[in-house]
């Protein structure tokens, strides 16, 4: 007979699953590589845009997709060069530490970059908000993004 602690610990254990892990989503795979995946919440744009990297994990002998990194955008509109544009927000994009370093980010901004409705140019931020001042303007120019405003945004096109 389990007692209260037992319970306890298991509804808790099934809940850290049910947060950090995947069994099965709906959501369309924008990219997939052994181990690894990204899904996209809303490739229409009509809301948030989330590319979400997932990676394959066993937990008891059951496979799981654990959600390892993500990048969230929000439709935006910017004055460059005297026209209106609508691009894709960059709000976050973070990857756990044991999983970067394997080119998982940029991989990331190409799914979304290659799912983004017909109406966004491209994703971009503004370089003063940038909490990672190393890591994202190298990635930002592997993706060939263009620097507009005296270099206070950067739009990566599709």
Request: aromatic content about 8%; overall charge positive; cysteine-free.
């Amino acid at each position: 007979m389990r007692n209260k602690d037992q319970i306890l610990l298991e509804s808790l254990y099934e809940r850290i699953l049910k947060e950090n892990y995947y069994e099965h989503d709906d959501s369309p795979i924008a990219w997939e590589s052994g181990d690894y995946r990204i899904v996209l919440n809303d490739p229409t744009g009509k809301n948030n845009n989330i590319a979400t990297l997932l990676h394959r994990e066993f937990v008891n002998g059951r496979e799981y997709w654990a959600r390892r990194g993500r990048l969230i955008t929000d439709k935006a509109t910017k004055k460059i060069d005297g026209k209106l544009i609508n691009y894709a927000k960059v709000y976050v994009v973070d990857i756990e530490k044991a999983h970067r370093g394997k080119g998982l980010g940029k991989q990331l901004y190409r799914s979304l970059l290659e799912n983004l409705p017909e109406d966004v140019v491209g994703i971009g931020s503004n370089t003063e908000s940038r909490s990672n001042k190393k890591v994202i303007p190298k990635l930002y120019k592997k993706l060939n993004a263009k620097s507009y405003n005296d270099g206070m945004f950067e739009l990566i096109l599709k």
